[in-house]
């Protein structure tokens, strides 16, 4: 059976592992082993040259069509044309493009884009790429919020969304952006050894005695965001499409190719649009260093998430007394976990975001059931409720707690009131329910750390701090600070991403007590156990 320190240990050694064998990974997409043989002369066997080294006159043409796949240019409009196409140019223009009825009416429209030789129609030309791209996603729209006293909102939206469709009906959206690359390096491949993620990308032609890959041709689904969809109802029959253009490396190229899978295969295992574009935002909004540094970042914090919960759940097994611990400070932080989940799950925030909320919840109840001493008693399929009795010194934390919550309900609870009152007569929401959560949550959030009071009352009353879990508290920290970060790179409610920095205030006022009241063996520990108190061996006998 392995010890907690030696369990641990084995935790931390799996973790730099697998950090270990992410970079290196990491380092095998991002460089590429070039031809060997390519360095003998341009004859080289097994080598696959770059048919862009040949500098051919190339058109970029843009076409749109309701069909999958086009075999003519039957049906299919020409929105943009790029003639004297030059590879190392980037470039954003914004078009418009009409919408057909069939798209109008919950259809899909797509974009096919041709790279071929100037002044050739792309479907005549036998070195021409292409590749195609829905210009149309489906989601359910957001919910219409009003004003619950007075029921003022866009009343006239609302009407002709119920004339067409429900409001928890998929429609049809406009993706606004259309982001091409195109691979621009004069890169000499090893036909033998192609890399599978390019190479269902390039297209082969024989010239000679030698193999070339034609132009590579990439759209960046990263950049299709959330914020840039548009709902397409029936009146619609243009809409604009920004279509931009740059040049990609190979390292790029590649580790773009696997972030996009990465993201499908969210998709595919029911994350919602909403959830893939908060993933989508890391790398799309930050540069390849921050992102490095951002999936270091994450990786620690999964760490220290595991030992925070894996402590913090030892720590209240063990627990047998609530001596030095506040009660109402427990039942407070289990009542604001479960609001701020919920609230979060109203706001369709990102699953990596709300899995960890919902985690925390279920073991910030657990917490409760082991504070109040809670059994369970199951009487013919009816549960009977009993609850645990307290000792002297219980009973004194408990007047502490009492009292600091005393002092506490004169300021916290005429500020949540009309707080509340406030946001009711002035802003906008999508139901009463979401009203009371986004009250709820707004007074956690604001006047949540007041509630950590009572703890901070009981330890300057009991002048220890030797009850707390601070194997627990130091994994939080950390986190707390890694929480700082992902503050500015993941999208969240404003109110959350201020409370990140509210608990970095709370923890410096709990290590001020921990240096101004030093630990006394004589004190009773985490475990309501003091050193004094074990019985002392027998001594040996002569």
Not at 290 to 319: E, Y
Not at 507 to 520: H, K, S, T
Request: charge should be positive.
């Amino acid at each position: 059976m392995l010890s907690r320190s030696s369990f641990t240990s084995l935790v931390v050694g799996v973790f730099a592992l697998y950090v270990a064998h992410t970079c290196w990974v990491m380092y095998g997409i991002v460089y590429t082993r070039p031809c060997p043989a390519a360095a003998a002369g341009g004859g080289a066997a097994g080598c696959v040259w770059p048919y862009l080294a040949r500098r051919p006159k190339l058109q970029l043409s843009v076409y749109t069509t309701t069909r999958s796949n086009i075999g003519a240019e039957s049906n299919i409009d020409l929105v943009l044309n790029v003639e004297d196409f030059d590879i190392e140019s980037k470039f954003e223009r914004t078009v418009n493009v009409s919408v057909p009825k069939k798209t109008r009416n919950n259809g899909t429209l797509y974009a096919y884009i041709f790279l071929h030789h100037a002044g050739i129609l792309p479907w005549h030309d036998g070195k021409q790429v292409h590749i195609v791209s829905p210009l149309t996603t489906y989601m359910v729209p957001k919910p219409e919020e009003i004003n619950l006293l007075t029921g003022e909102s866009a009343t006239q939206q609302i009407e002709a969304e119920k004339q067409t469709n429900t409001l928890d009906e998929p429609v049809s959206h406009w993706r606004s952006r259309l982001t091409l690359n195109i691979m621009a390096e004069d890169f000499v491949f090893d036909g033998s050894s192609l890399p599978a993620d390019v190479h269902r990308y390039m297209k082969m032609v024989q010239l000679g005695k030698t193999v070339h890959y034609l132009p590579i041709l990439f759209i960046d689904q990263l950049s299709n965001r959330v914020k840039d969809l548009m709902v397409i109802n029936r009146s619609t029959t243009q809409l604009p499409l920004t279509v931009s253009y740059d040049k990609i490396s190979l390292g790029k190229l590649r580790f773009w190719i696997h972030m996009q899978d990465a993201v499908y295969s969210l998709q595919q295992f029911g994350f919602s649009e909403k959830d893939a574009d908060e993933v989508k935002g890391i790398f799309v909004d930050t540069n390849l260093y921050f992102l490095a540094l951002t999936f270091f970042v994450a990786a620690f914090h999964l760490l220290f998430d595991f030992l925070a919960f894996k402590n913090d759940i030892s720590f209240w097994k063990k627990k047998r007394s609530m001596i030095g611990m506040s009660t109402k400070a427990v039942l407070w932080r289990c009542f604001s976990t479960v609001v701020i989940f919920l609230f979060l799950l109203d706001e369709q925030t990102s699953l990596l975001v709300l899995i960890p909320a919902g985690i925390g919840a279920v073991i910030e109840l657990w917490k409760v059931k082991k504070a109040l001493k809670m059994t369970i008693k199951w009487e013919v399929l009816r549960p009977r409720i009993q609850f645990g009795t307290y000792n002297d010194s219980e009973k004194k934390t408990e007047e502490y707690d009492t009292q600091a919550m005393k002092y506490l309900s004169y300021l916290l609870y005429p500020l949540c009131i009309g707080g509340a009152g406030y946001s009711l007569m002035n802003v906008k929401y999508k139901s009463w329910y979401s009203w009371l959560i986004n009250s709820f949550v707004n007074g956690v959030y604001a006047f949540g750390f007041l509630f950590m009071l009572p703890q901070l009352f009981v330890n300057y009353k009991m002048k220890s701090v030797a009850h707390l879990p601070w194997k627990a508290f130091t994994y939080k920290a950390f986190n707390t600070f890694i929480d700082d970060i992902f503050a500015f790179i993941i999208t969240m409610p404003t109110s959350h991403r201020l409370a990140c920095f509210r608990d970095d205030v709370v923890f410096l006022v709990y290590l001020y007590q921990r240096w101004l009241y030093p630990v006394d063996k004589s004190r009773v520990n985490e475990y309501g156990e003091s050193y004094e108190e074990k019985p002392k061996k027998k001594a040996h006998r002569e």
